[in-house]
């Protein structure tokens, strides 16, 4: 008998119908592309050789525009969204379950990402280093061009052994501010599992630049004088031994084709199969972003590469850029106090002033962002609210994320070990001994919230797997010690082959299953376990008979 307070099956069925009815094509529900792979797959084999597509990046102001300004407004006009959103409660989902999420509820290993900490831990010693090899630009360097766009100051050098770098000074007063804000979050998101560019803090003197010939004499038609090397290097900062602090940035791989498109496909790009928009690693970044205050994640802090072969095909390759503008970094100095608590055009925040008539406190003004640390400058934990961090432009990923989107986030933030999590700052190298303390006790604080917040939504059981006639799972939050011994409950719908069936509940005193108390006729099994005491949305795990035994044939959470 199922417990009175579950919905009756057909009312999620008539609220969506009803919805859509009134919505017509609504945008939360698009057509899903047709599948290239199997769903069972871990790997998405988007790196098939194909032509070079075009270069192309979405236009900046336009679509800073259409983000900050249009979107917001349409989006407060839409009636058939309010409708959707007011049928939540009665199971209506707004938007589609990603694209790319596999049997398993993963994503699989791609162009885009590629899982590891949550999967198999990365060892603290390789986030010691940082993301990749230690490869540092060998000195004496060679300006070869002025830095052209961006906030920070700097310029695009070749180091001693020929490689070409783009180095961005550190701002006055706050030496590894965006270095050392850089370091840490490249570290991070790479164990995660996305791609991101070979940067390294480094330090550096007036005497290890030379001004190329060409440059100085102005014959491309760009010009750098000594004089104004000296002026350049006077926006920058220097630590204790009177060396500059700055990135510098190790030009990709390939050929650069130019910004992500984060709403739809690359034009050309054969393996690009699923709009961005409904890709679970980009909706599931807004949880691993609120851990690491990176509050700039628009279309330009992406990146499209084409990786050639020789025969001139080749695939496309995703990168994340310039995370320097994480937890109390701006990349032209000290984050404004707004970042990460509202957009830099916020209507709902705009209306509460108006409303109000200016005597609403906002977030960003009871939030303690001071540190007194110039290489962290703003930045907190204790007023951090896993599901009310704010990018500086509203991200359309994001807003199409769902709940088994964040609890997917949610799960790679709880993966990093405090010892992981030292490690990685440590990388950052901070002269401080007071950052270094800081950043490590704000991210270990940070996850716990995200892990408490996202988990008490989706019940944090995964890693199925069947052994011996046993369904065996992990509850995440008792791992991490966020919770303790718990039971469960599991909700079993058998569909004997001969036609019957029937519900029943049965009780967990530990995370193991005995599938031998299924139905011995029965070919398949759908389960719902859910925590018992807890409000958790329950995961739903369908068994097929393989012979003598079962198999896990999908999961899904939230």
């Not at 031994?241 to 498109?261: E, F, K, Q, R």
């Not at 994480?326 to 209306?351: H, I, L, N, P």
Request: hydrophobic content about 40%.
């Amino acid at each position: 008998m199922r417990p009175a307070t579950r919905a009756p099956r057909f009312m999620p069925i008539l609220a969506c119908a009803l919805a859509l009815a009134l919505s017509g094509p609504a945008d939360a529900f698009p057509a899903k592309p047709r599948p290239r792979i199997s769903d069972s797959t871990w790997v998405d084999h988007d790196g098939r050789p194909i032509p070079k597509p075009p270069d192309g990046e979405p236009d900046f102001y336009a679509t800073e525009f259409r983000e900050v300004i249009v979107d917001p407004i349409s989006h407060a006009l839409d009636v058939p969204d309010k409708i959707l959103l007011a049928s939540k409660p009665l199971g209506v989902k707004r938007f589609r379950e990603a694209s790319d999420v596999n049997a398993f509820d993963e994503v699989p290993n791609s162009s885009w990402f590629t899982n590891r900490n949550h999967v198999k831990p990365v060892r603290v010693a390789s986030l010691a280093q940082g993301p990749d090899s230690t490869t540092l630009p060998a000195k004496p360097w060679t300006i070869r061009h002025p830095k052209h766009g961006g906030a920070s100051a700097g310029f695009q050098i070749t180091d001693a052994a020929g490689r070409k770098w783009l180095v961005k000074l550190d701002v006055r007063d706050h030496p590894q501010l965006s270095s050392g804000a850089d370091m840490v979050a490249r570290t991070l998101l790479h164990a995660a599992g996305y791609n991101v560019p070979h940067n390294e803090p480094v330090r550096f003197t007036r005497a290890d630049l030379t001004i190329s010939p060409e440059l100085l004499r102005g014959e491309k038609g760009e010009r750098l004088t000594p004089a104004d090397l000296d002026s350049v290097l006077a926006k920058g900062a220097r630590i204790s031994d009177g060396s500059y602090s700055a990135t510098a940035s190790l030009y990709l791989p390939g050929h650069v084709l130019g910004a992500t498109n984060l709403r739809g496909r690359r034009h050309g790009d054969r393996n690009d199969w699923y709009d961005h928009r409904d890709r679970r690693e980009l909706r599931g970044l807004y949880v691993i972003a609120s851990w690491l205050g990176f509050w700039d994640t628009k279309d330009a802090n992406f990146l499209d590469t084409f990786a050639e072969a020789k025969d001139g095909s080749g695939h496309v390759q995703h990168y994340i850029l310039d995370p320097g503008s994480s937890f109390g970094a701006d990349a032209d100095g000290v984050k404004r106090r707004q970042s990460g608590y509202e957009g830099v055009v916020d209507f709902g925040w705009m209306a509460r002033r108006l409303v109000t008539l200016g005597f609403i406190e906002e977030p960003w003004r009871r939030a303690r962002q001071d540190t007194g640390i110039p290489s962290v400058g703003r930045f907190e934990s204790d007023a951090f609210h896993p599901a009310r961090f704010v990018p500086e432009v509203p991200d359309p990923d994001y807003q199409r994320m769902t709940e088994g989107d964040a609890y997917w986030g949610a799960k790679i933030v709880a993966s990093f070990s405090n010892a992981q999590i030292t490690a990685a700052v440590q990388a950052a190298r901070y002269e401080d001994p007071r950052a270094t303390r800081f950043l490590i006790e704000s991210l270990i604080q940070r996850r716990d919230k995200i892990a408490r917040y996202w988990f008490g939504r989706v019940a944090p059981l995964d890693f199925f797997t069947v052994d011996e006639s046993t369904l065996r799972f992990h509850d995440l939050a008792t791992d991490l010690g966020l919770a303790g011994q718990r039971r469960y409950v599991v909700h079993v719908d058998e569909e004997p082959e001969a036609g019957a069936r029937w519900d029943r509940w049965v009780e967990l005193r530990t995370p193991e299953l005995p599938l031998e108390t299924l139905g011995e006729g029965a070919a398949r099994a759908h389960l719902e376990l859910s925590i018992q005491g807890s409000r958790a949305k329950p995961v739903a795990v369908d068994l097929e008979r393989v012979g003598a035994s079962w198999r896990a044939a999908k999961i899904r959470h939230g």
